[in-house]
């Protein structure tokens, strides 16, 4: 399977702690986005990635939320400090990176935080 | 920022009948529409896309309308089948803006449709 994959799919974790989230987008291409989806919303836009420059982060990526692309391939999402409101599907995508380009998502990682 | 409103949330048409699906955008620099398919617990999958040099594509049983002029994009599904119940997003895409460095070539959501095929 050469779509995007993510990992954990699931995690359930006591409020305070803190998760982590990869995600391997499809080989090459450029742009790696993260989304958050709450039950019965369209996904939001969280920040992305061109190549391993973090280019944008939307204000509702508080300062306990952090993502890296350190070698401009895979990317992890880290959430200290989790609180009930952070649960949610963390959706990981991908594009080639030109304007305009397809987005792919992958399954997401379903965070319930206890 | 760009903002995207879809209507109805919910839509119950009979087996065979066809679907219409809305949606309207504010940012008139948007110049890319596709449209998303939600099964529950599954990844959005993109069904269609249409680019703002274009009034309208169709793929099967499934088109895209675009009006620039009056910002409003539409998904119609013909011939509907049972597997076609699931929930459709819309979304928008303002192009980055290479000048600031800044602006997200991401996607702008609508709320979502859920769609429901009567046997």
């Known amino acids: 399977d050469t779509g995007v994959s993510q990992d954990p799919r699931h995690k359930i974790t006591k409020r305070g702690q803190n998760v982590t989230f990869r995600c391997d987008p499809i080989s090459e291409h450029n742009r790696l986005y993260w989304y958050r989806q709450t039950l019965g919303q369209g996904p939001e836009f969280l920040t992305y990635f061109q190549n391993e420059a973090q280019l944008e982060k939307s204000r509702l990526l508080s300062d306990r939320f952090s993502a890296e692309r350190p070698k401009g391939s895979f990317s992890t999402l880290e959430i200290q400090r989790t609180e009930q409101g952070d649960s949610a599907m963390y959706l990981c995508?991908?594009?080639?990176?030109?304007?305009?380009?397809?987005?792919?998502f992958g399954e997401g990682s379903w965070l319930t935080v206890v | 920022g760009e903002n995207v409103e879809q209507h109805p949330s919910t839509l119950s048409v009979q087996e065979g009948d066809s679907a219409v699906i809305k949606c309207t955008y504010s940012d008139s620099a948007s110049n890319y529409f596709p449209w998303y398919k939600q099964e529950l617990g599954k990844r959005p999958q993109l069904i269609i896309d249409?680019?703002?040099?274009?009034g309208e594509k169709k793929d099967q049983r499934i088109a895209v309308t675009l009006n620039k002029t009056a910002k409003h994009f539409s998904l119609h599904i013909t011939e509907t089948q049972p597997e076609d119940s699931a929930v459709y997003f819309c979304a928008a895409s303002t192009p980055l803006d290479l000048y600031s460095g800044g602006g997200a070539d991401g996607l702008t959501f609508g709320k979502g449709t859920h769609l429901i095929i009567q046997p």
């Open positions: 995508a991908s594009s080639e990176g030109t304007e305009g380009n397809t987005i792919y």
């Open positions: 249409i680019r703002s040099n274009v």
